[in-house]
């Protein structure tokens, strides 16, 4: 008898199931509970199919977390170029400016896009105003001086007043909800009235701190009569004891009038000329921001006392150490080179 054998026919191969489809066979079976033969007929898909199917359980897919940036590349690079070509730009509230520029996106992208390009929002520095000729007097005086030793500027009788008032002067910043912030803890109190008090200081790198004058509350203000009698005559004094010492002096009113200048060319007085708006430029100016800081720790209390505000105001000016007094003279080099390196506008000092 002949032996028949048979020959094994190779499976028929059907295209393999997208993730989609085989997620649809996995909710007819297990969720709806349709049969096998049922999600065939219901899909078109072969028995072996569904079955593969359901024996292979989809992982769920990781989510996405974080939110879509919408604003990519050219338009961050758009949006600087345009937050910089103004002072107005960089003064529009972010929520504005997707109106402003035509974009359907909200502030979070605008916000977004800022942060990826370094930018953010901060308080406006406020500094005197400069003109385009004062920028150049700027630049010339500080390319002139860039070369100066420490030993030439330790022999500056450096000199300027300032406003001083008691408690706090810097900013207060708090950690709070939006809902608490009429809370007695987060409220900061105003004074309408803060008295204060003029005082005027000098210093050199050479000898460190000089004569230091309270502005009397029954002299009159600060102009060049006041100024010319009451203030040039210690300097003179100062000078008469450090005859190398050469005096220097901002451009205020009252210093840098005709009168003044005459009255310390009378007395021989040498004085070093000062650039317009330059008070970045003058280390006496860094000091006045030390007094304060020593007022606001050892008298935070604001009071409306002229005699407890004259002491804070002496011990602020007697802390301030030999050291401290070298060490702002020597920047003067880098104070030079800022401002040359921004062309003569602004610095951070």
């Excluded at 953010?120 to 070369?147: D, F, G, M, Y």
């Excluded at 003058?282 to 505000?309: A, C, F, G, N």
Aim: proline content about 5%.
């Amino acid at each position: 008898m002949e032996s028949v054998f048979r020959v094994p026919v190779p499976k028929q191969r059907y295209p393999e199931l997208s993730r989609d489809e085989r997620l649809r066979i996995q909710t007819l079976f297990f969720d709806a509970n349709f049969t096998r033969d049922q999600i065939c007929l219901q899909t078109g898909h072969t028995y072996d199919q569904v079955c593969h199917a359901i024996t292979h359980r989809l992982t769920p897919q990781k989510r996405k977390t974080g939110r879509r940036v919408v604003l990519h590349t050219p338009q961050r690079k758009k949006l600087i170029e345009w937050v910089s070509a103004s002072r107005e730009n960089r003064e529009t509230p972010w929520i504005a400016i997707p109106g402003i520029l035509g974009w359907e996106c909200g502030e979070y992208a605008i916000r977004t896009a800022f942060k990826k390009e370094g930018y953010r929002r901060r308080v406006s520095k406020r500094k005197c105003p400069l003109t385009e000729e004062n920028r150049k007097k700027r630049l010339a005086w500080a390319q002139e001086h860039i070369n100066w030793t420490d030993e030439q500027w330790d022999e500056i009788l450096w000199s300027d007043e300032t406003w001083a008032q008691p408690g706090k002067h810097t900013r207060t910043w708090i950690t709070c909800r939006d809902d608490e912030m009429e809370h007695p803890d987060c409220v900061q109190p105003r004074h309408q009235r803060k008295i204060g008090w003029m005082f005027w200081g000098s210093i050199s790198g050479k000898y460190g701190r000089h004569r230091g004058l309270f502005w009397e509350k029954d002299w009159e203000t600060i102009n060049e009569g006041s100024y010319s009698g009451i203030v040039i005559p210690i300097v003179d004094e100062i000078l008469q004891q450090y005859p190398e010492l050469q005096f220097q002096q901002d451009n205020a009113k009252g210093h840098a009038s005709a009168f003044t200048k005459s009255v310390l060319e009378a007395a021989e007085i040498r004085f070093i000329e000062w650039p317009p708006c330059s008070p970045d430029l003058s280390p006496i100016e860094t000091l006045w921001d030390d007094m304060k800081d020593y007022i606001q720790e050892h008298y935070p209390q604001v009071h409306s006392s002229y005699k407890r505000l004259r002491q804070a105001v002496q011990e602020a000016w007697d802390s301030i150490t030999h050291e401290r007094i070298r060490e702002l003279v020597h920047s003067m080099r880098e104070r030079c080179q800022a401002v040359i390196d921004a062309e003569g506008w602004y610095t951070k000092y």
